[in-house]
């Protein structure tokens, strides 16, 4: 392994100006040589920066480093996000099943991959932990790999094992993964949760996000059995009904018993969880993210949020008017597979109303609001008022369903939006 070994200053010497560099995933991201390669950045012009949701510091982003760094991130997270939104870095709208594709075809040749691996075991191999997502594609495709070595990485079964041979440069490093700051889940979101569960049928296999609601979901499933998961991302909440035996992935057709993931993101406890774990699989987003792969498993059931939905079901995923927010993500993927699943569901859940009072069921979305998710492909909707069940149904029947999950303060207006809009009375 000393062969392999420089710091991290000396790793990135290789970056050379008009280079792609991506950036390992989430908690992964490679914070020592992320810091080396901007502080190279007298040295650096149009050096093209790309990745998914990143967490940690970005100083790569600064205005001043405007020459020296584009960005393009198909995810924005809390990170970047103000810098998309203020035009210094751009948003790539992609569905995530794709990255993988765009990496390996050479339609986006990556020359760098900045990545951070567990240490290797005693042959040699190392895992990309907690995420392997998009970030075993630009490994595989990259023309130089530079590897932060950290304790504190999970070693994870699946398809994202790397052997020292494979990585160029190593840099070792001894620091916390990020970690998520898990709020306690509010009256809302329970509400909100005791919903979802009600949809969720025994034997089903579930996808979710992370945060307050796919947590309250959790929260109510311990009476129900056999539930699976593949799911492109997972945090703490599935651990406890693991434990409990409620998910054992015994009724899934793909990888029977195992939990899949793109990825893993929250405490410290998701990273022990899955350290060394033969249950889990993290896997490539390109099989993960497949709409046929998703969709052989029995009753998949996708649970995904919103930042705001129109009366006849359109859903806005990514962005606050003109404002890019987050990003299209695995959404669509799963919520095609789930509903091409045999008894599948497909479930888009998010508050009412803002904590700020403002309405996010609407009669029709902000002036360039993106559509992640079209009325065709939408089945239920839950908010803290119930479940409303668009699938199949007309246009009336729609608003008649999205109107009874409103805030009640709202039903005045959108019924008299409807009339307006569509001179139907609801």
Known sequence: MKAYTTTAEEAVKVIKSGDRVFIHTAAAAPQSLIQAMTNRHHELRNVEIVSAHTEGEVPYAAEMFSDNFTINCFFVGHNIRPYVQNGRAHYIPIFLSEIPALFRSGQMPIDIALVTVSPPNEKGFCSLGCSVDIS????????????????????????????????HACVEVDRPLQEMNIKPITETEDKIGRHIANLVDDGATLQMGIGGIPDAALSHLTNHKNLGIHTEMCSDGIIDLVKKGVINGSKKVTEPGKIVSGFAFGTKRIYDFINQNPIVNMMDVGYVN??????????????????????YGQVCADSIGTKHYSGVGGQMDFIRGATLSEGGKAILALPSR?????????????????????????????TEYGIASLYAKNLKERAKEMVKIAHPEDH????????ENAKVLI
């Open 412 to 419: 005045e207006f959108l019924c008299k939006k409807v009339y």
């Open 136 to 167: 075993n594609a630009a490994i595989d495709t990259a023309k130089y790999v530079i590897a932060e070595i950290n304790p504190n990485m999970p070693f994870v079964h699946g398809n994202g094992i790397i052997h020292l041979s494979q990585i």
């Open 290 to 311: 497949d709409t046929r792969t998703i969709r052989q498993n029995p009753k998949v059931t996708a649970i995904n949020s919103a930042i705001e939905i129109d009366l």
């Open 354 to 382: 803002t904590n700020k009072g403002i309405p996010r069921i609407v009669p029709t979305l902000k002036e360039g609001a993106s559509v992640v998710t079209t009325r065709a492909h939408v089945q239920y909707i839950v």
